[in-house]
T-cell receptor
């Protein structure tokens, strides 16, 4: 199984600022993903983080708002840019190693 | 497009009683089906999956799920609930014919097991 860690675990940010979330997997994985879980709602896929190329974004999510990096097979970052209160969510990193595993999430509050 | 429905926001059950958490799905092809559990302030944990074969799938912590193709359902079950089973449960589906690893989740069902 893959063990996934995320930093920070939570943050409170002011509107208009940006936050970068880091995701580290304890082994090399081909596919990494970023999900958003808004309060009281289900998980929504933001994008697939591709190693060595641009991320693949789902409908409704754009690179300017959620830039993603994937410099190697164990690490990825998600930046939430120009934040507004509507961005307040839990952001989860995920990776596939046999099964699909999830990190503990980053709880973001935008004031 | 694939989708998942979890018709119950919350399920209440007494400890020791059997529990069922319902899930129905819609995919254009054949499904891969999953159950995940989320404890407070923790990430999702994989419980079990259906890929092919036996319709009754056994997973972690004594949970099992039954795949029913005709009813497009994949209900999660446990013969005897524990208070520690109280958590948020998500059903998810992946369309095996798309060749893409995208998981689509249901809205989640909160399970509350009372002592």
């Amino acid at each position: 199984s893959a063990v996934i860690s995320q930093k920070p675990s939570r943050d409170i940010c002011q509107r208009g600022t940006s936050l970068t979330i880091q995701c580290q997997v304890d082994s090399q994985v081909t596919m990494m993903f970023w999900y958003r879980q808004q309060p009281g709602q289900s998980l929504t896929l933001i994008a697939t983080a591709n190693q060595g190329s641009e991320a693949t974004y789902e409908s409704g999510f754009v690179i300017d708002k959620f830039p993603i990096s994937r410099p190697n097979l164990t690490f990825s970052t998600l930046t939430v840019s120009n934040m507004s209160p509507e961005d307040s969510s839990i952001y989860l990193c995920s990776a596939i190693q046999g099964e699909q595993y999830f990190g503990p999430g980053t709880r973001l509050t935008v004031t | 497009a694939q989708s998942v429905a979890q018709p119950e926001d919350q399920v209440n059950v007494a400890e020791g009683n059997p529990l069922t958490v319902k899930c129905t799905y819609s995919v254009s092809g054949n499904p891969y089906l999953f159950w995940y559990v989320q404890y407070p302030n923790r990430g999702l944990q994989f419980l079990l999956k259906y890929i092919t074969g036996d319709n009754l799938v056994k997973g972690s912590y004594g949970f099992e799920a039954e795949f029913n193709k005709s009813q497009t359902s994949f209900h999660l079950k446990k013969p005897s609930a524990l208070v520690s089973d109280s958590a948020l449960y998500f059903c998810a589906v992946r369309d095996r014919n798309t060749g893409f690893q995208k998981l689509v989740f249901g809205t989640g069902t909160r399970l509350l097991v009372s002592p």
